[in-house]
């Protein structure tokens, strides 16, 4: 079966083309342009060096969040779009889950972190069930600002191995409340990458064998509606004077 992966949850855009678990190509970009102006070119310049044309895909796989607020609606939306055209399965998997697989097979607790800004994270805690391809949630996906989430990981009094896009900025605060229990990989293990989305997507097809009906996972409110929440209740004890 062959599928393509699309992940813009955080400032990376990655792409990859995969058939059944093996690994085919993959896109990588980390720059300032936008997702918009960069997806479709990546996934052309893939499909062209790899050979293969959308009509051999069949399947088409995304990660719906956590993450930007824009960039998972530009990633779901390209998806949907190809998926229904082609009229392909959409499978849609969550941006921490597909992260753990930077720490496949280590001993050690898989912490995936991005930025959430507002001093949080967008955060979960694995753990790879030893000699198997499968990783247990310990913690669900959440935001927390980054102190509490520290002090809580702590406690546990286990290795924690970090990844994500927050990593390389927070590698001071991170040693310094957990000290040598702490690993941070290299950017080019922790970032968000193709091949990762790839087997998350390639396990959830192995589990349902259906397609998703794949919708935004933000965890938490935008700004945006934040503010205009505040608005309202502000209008409505006004109208109740």
Known sequence: MKYLTIDTTTKVTAVALAEDK??????????????????????????TAAAWTLQDLDM????????????????????????????LPLIGVVSLDALAWAGRGRTEDIV?????????????????????????????????PMDQWLEQLKQLDRSICFVGDAVSKSKELIESVLGERAMILPEYFSLPRGAYVARAVWQRWQETGVGDRVEPYYIRFSEAEVNWAKKEEIRRSEEHE
């Open 22 to 47: 093996q690994l085919v190509g993959e896109g990588f970009l980390h720059t300032s342009k936008a997702h918009s102006e960069r997806l479709i070119p990546m996934l052309n310049q893939l499909l």
């Open 112 to 144: 995936p972190i991005l930025d959430a800004r507002k001093n949080e994270w967008y955060t979960a805690r694995y753990h790879w069930l030893p000699g198997e391809e499968k990783v247990e949630c310990l913690t669900s996906p959440q935001a927390l």
């Open 60 to 87: 088409i796989g995304v990660t719906r969040g956590p993450g930007s607020f824009t960039g998972i609606r530009i990633g779901i939306a390209t998806a949907q779009g190809l998926a229904q055209v082609l009229k």
